[in-house]
């Protein structure tokens, strides 16, 4: 049977020693397994009483050559570095294609990302970031410092929603993701009540199950209407410290948005006659309330029709041609 060289690549966002059975069955075969002492995939295959002999670093092609030699007592898996091997495929296809026998030379995916994934290469780089020898502008950020950004990227990524442009919505939604994964990494550092983004992505886990007891539990709701009543039932029983129905809404939020929560808000709390009487009150500002009601009976956000009309504006001034 023709020796092999295993090239043994594994994913480093899954834990080291997580492997396909069939990477561990080459392991368990291999006439010798060779690593990077310092990569921990390595210090897990040694611990689960895979002896791997060490290698330092040193040109592909030296280590390429010394692969191929080896392998002609019996198959060789060489354990693939975090940083990919970069040049030691290449430098093995130049080696082999010099014998007359070559040994066969396989890729071997011992691990994958699983969903989600690349979200611990944005904590590892926000920690990078963040740490001492890190970016100095980004050490000297607060949380009070990042909110105009938050805002901004909120903006901009309703933006590239309404555009319909799927690559645009990716980049404007992972600069929201960064402000997420930010602000929590700042959190860490707070002396006396820090979190982190586990901690963020917990409590919201928790709630989604909560707040989605026909999912996770046995509460019937087969209708979206259903859901929705449903989740403010749930959402009421945990906002009860609430003094007054519209407590919480954000004072930051478009005054046409913010309107929109206030009438939802009151109408569930059985209090739209406070809306009547704002509106009895009369002025423009009446005007406009009455108007966001009258969007909100019709299934219509007031916010985002008046967003697409002046985006429809700003699209026909463009094209109009300049008079006089």
Known sequence: MTARVVLLVTTPRIAPGLLTREAWQSLAGAHAVWGRPDEPQVAALVEAGITVL?????????????????????DVVWVGSSDGDPGLSDSIAVEVTRLPEPPEVELLIGSFDVPGARLLDVVAVMDRLRSPGGCPWDAEQTHESLVPYLLEEAHEAIEAIESGDPAHMQEELGDLLLQVAFQSRVAQEHPSEPFDIDDVAGALVDKLVRRHPHVFSDIEADTADAVEANWESIKADEKQHRRHPVEGVPSSLPALARAEKYVSRLRRAGREDLVDDAVARGGLGAQLLDLVRRARDEGIDAESALRRTLAQLEQHSAEAPRRG
Do not use: E, F, T
Not at 54 to 74: E, I, M, T, Y
């Open 54 to 74: 060490p290698r330092g670093d040193g040109h592909p092609a030296d280590l390429a050559r010394d692969l191929v030699s080896a392998s002609q007592g019996g």
